[in-house]
């Protein structure tokens, strides 16, 4: 049987869209809801980044100080790994895939020890400075 009522009240919603948040207006206006929903999906490509590029895996602790240090760990490194991604422009696994073969040896020999750096190819070398190089602020 057809529900008349609800699907009037559908055809009169069309195209509307509701945002629900518990913030106060007078904390963050309308538009502010609207763009920071806008941005929700990069905190979803942040879960994700989080669950492969990082390796993350599940936690099996009970203490809150375990917990909370573990995530400590995990945001910072999310975090980092978004300032990689915005300063070189390439995404973090690419980054890693990259950099991950240039490795330094250091050998020790009684007393001795001498510490070897990597060649350095000049593709990679732009990625190590573009890391570097002094966050621009607005």
Do not use: C
């Amino acid at each position: 049987m057809l529900d008349a009522a609800s699907l009037a009240r559908a055809r009169r919603l069309v195209g509307l869209k509701g945002y629900v948040t518990n913030i106060p207006s007078t904390v963050m206006s309308a538009g502010e809801v609207i763009s920071s929903y806008h941005d929700l999906w990069q905190v979803e490509a942040s879960f994700r980044m989080s669950k492969t590029d990082l390796r993350a895996r599940p936690l099996f602790a009970r203490k809150r100080d375990a917990i909370e240090a573990h995530l400590t760990v995990v945001f910072t490194a999310l975090a980092v790994s978004r300032e990689v991604q915005n300063r070189t422009g390439l995404a973090i696994r690419n980054v890693v895939r990259q950099l991950r073969p240039l490795r330094s040896a250091t050998i020790a020999i009684n007393a001795s020890s001498q510490t070897f750096p990597p060649e350095i190819p000049a593709d990679k070398q732009a990625i190590l400075e573009a890391i570097h190089r002094p966050r621009l602020t607005h």
